[in-house]
């Protein structure tokens, strides 16, 4: 009998998540047999979610795309017939070839974060539409508001190291249900309470996170700002304050302390529908307790004023001076710690001065309907290449989304590793690898590690990569400049700028 070969191989999650956690695939005869956390990363320390955990099953599920097929019926039955590769990929590139000689600007990307990775989420996609000419896509649906919000206040996404928060003995967890979605966080956040640290949990929802938080401030959804107010008018009043660090460290003190006091607790609790003694002893807890640190998430800035919210909550450790304590300050993004060379990977030179419309993704229903103040003043859309994304289940007014992708006379491709809602409106639909079968190099927006995912299992069927399938785009219209000649393992390398981290460690 011959002995089953065995292999371990390191990996990182994909999904949308602050942890982005360090996976390890056992492999045996080439089939993924089991899935686990790293233990040997910090900040895994060996543990996944339930839904990563079961990330094999997903790999292996019988009803994944393994081979291209094209529409065989009306839009949105989802009736397909399979085709090669080749018959695919040629009348792609010579349909895209033929609208970009009339206007580029009819072809739009769609993606988001399907996956996190910067080689299959923003590589060779970007070159293929950088040399294309297509319009840009603005990608707006999820954290722009909180984001921008970081850079006005601390001049990038930046915060404290999540590991920090172990040793802190105030710890506010501020619009996040830490447990479900940030679950490596609240190991730390659970370490700090067994040290005697405090946990208040400020959310319009009574959460599993603010059922084990020592309080559950339940304000009403959108007032954040508001409370954010009182807090910094308690704080002045009862000279709660670093004075020497506002004045050292800080622009802009007067005009927010002025527009503070105009938030006395009565005010704010009026807004915000809590009693005005818990903003109180809120601020009395923020301003006396050090180190205080603040674990701000996306939820609180997904609303009308979210990011002056989020600008708010953010000012609050400088005025305490919580900055001075690596166990205090704020959290909300660290993705702005990482020397990522977007250049490098995305090579915006190859657009050669021209200068493409741009198409905010939320209203691509109102794009695809011909809304002229949708389309930036620019021609209609007339083919549109979705990957890591699927808009008819994640675009507000799904109603014109969907009435959008049926129009007859829009050419649509989409790149999937299942037949999702978005896919039954494509023309072609390529069948996609997932994270066990392509390489491909994370940052993350929640610690500050970078990791490498090596394929583990070759890809099912006919799967192939994303930077696969645009490079072999760009090869059949014929683009030669020698960046898309690429492969993914190079890509992965060019991430980063020479001597900007350890290969050696990531390997």
Request: charged fraction near 20%; hydrophobic fraction near 40%; proline fraction near 6%.
């Amino acid at each position: 009998m011959t002995p089953l070969t065995t292999a371990v191989v390191r990996g990182a999650c994909p999904h949308d998540c602050p942890d982005t956690c360090a996976l390890v695939t056992t492999v045996q005869d080439g089939k993924a047999v089991k899935l686990q956390g790293n233990p040997d990363h910090r900040h895994t320390a060996g543990v996944l979610c339930t839904k990563v955990s079961r990330y094999i099953e997903r790999n292996d599920h019988p009803e994944r795309l393994t081979q291209p097929m094209r529409r065989a019926g009306p839009k949105g039955t989802g009736r397909f017939e399979p085709v090669s590769w080749d018959v695919a990929l040629d009348d792609i590139a010579d349909r895209l070839a033929r609208l970009s000689c009339n206007n580029p600007d009819t072809i739009l990307p769609y993606s988001y974060a399907g996956t996190m990775g910067l080689v299959q989420g923003e590589s060779m996609d970007r070159r293929f539409f950088h040399q294309l000419g297509a319009s840009f896509l603005d990608r707006t649906i999820c954290s722009t508001a909180g984001g921008d919000a970081l850079v006005y206040t601390l001049g990038g996404k930046v915060g404290m190291r999540v590991e920090f928060f172990a040793e802190a003995k105030l710890i506010l967890i501020w619009g996040s249900n830490s447990i479900a979605s940030n679950l490596h966080f609240w190991r730390h956040a659970q370490a700090a309470k067994r040290a005697g640290a405090r946990l208040v949990c400020i959310d319009p929802r009574k959460t599993e996170t603010a059922d084990k938080c020592d309080e559950h401030i339940a304000l009403l959804p959108g007032t954040d700002g508001a409370l954010a107010l009182a807090l910094m008018h308690e704080l002045i009043a009862h000279d709660w304050l670093d004075h020497d660090y506002i004045a050292q460290h800080t622009l802009g003190w007067e005009r927010l302390r002025e527009r503070a006091l105009q938030w006395p607790p009565e005010r704010a609790a009026a807004v915000c529908g809590v009693p005005v003694q818990q903003i109180r002893d809120l601020a009395r807890a923020y301003g006396t307790t050090k180190p205080a640190a603040i674990r701000l998430n996306y939820g609180m800035q997904r609303v009308r004023g979210g990011g002056n919210a989020a600008r708010a909550v953010a000012c609050l450790p400088a005025l305490v001076g919580a900055w001075r304590d690596r166990a205090g300050g704020l959290l909300l993004s660290a993705s702005g710690q990482f020397p990522v060379d977007r250049a490098a990977l995305q090579r915006p030179q190859l657009l050669a001065g021209r200068r493409p419309r741009t198409i905010n993704m939320v209203r691509i229903g109102d794009a695809l309907l011909g809304d002229a103040d949708a389309l930036s003043g620019g021609p209609p859309i007339e083919a549109v290449i979705v990957y890591n994304s699927n808009p008819l289940a994640v675009a507000p007014e799904s109603a014109k989304v969907a009435a959008g992708f049926a129009r007859e006379d829009l050419f649509t491709v989409v790149l999937e590793q299942f037949q999702t809602d978005t896919a039954d409106y494509a023309d072609y639909l390529l069948p996609a690898t997932t994270q066990l079968e392509h390489w491909d190099i994370h940052t993350s927006y929640g610690h500050t590690d970078v990791l490498l995912n090596r394929p583990a299992v070759a890809p099912r069927g006919e799967a192939r990569s994303n930077a696969w399938v645009f490079r072999e785009l760009a090869r059949r219209m014929g683009f030669d400049d020698p960046c898309f000649q690429d492969d993914d393992e190079a890509l992965c390398r060019q991430a980063f700028a020479p001597g900007a981290i350890d290969w050696a460690a990531l390997e």
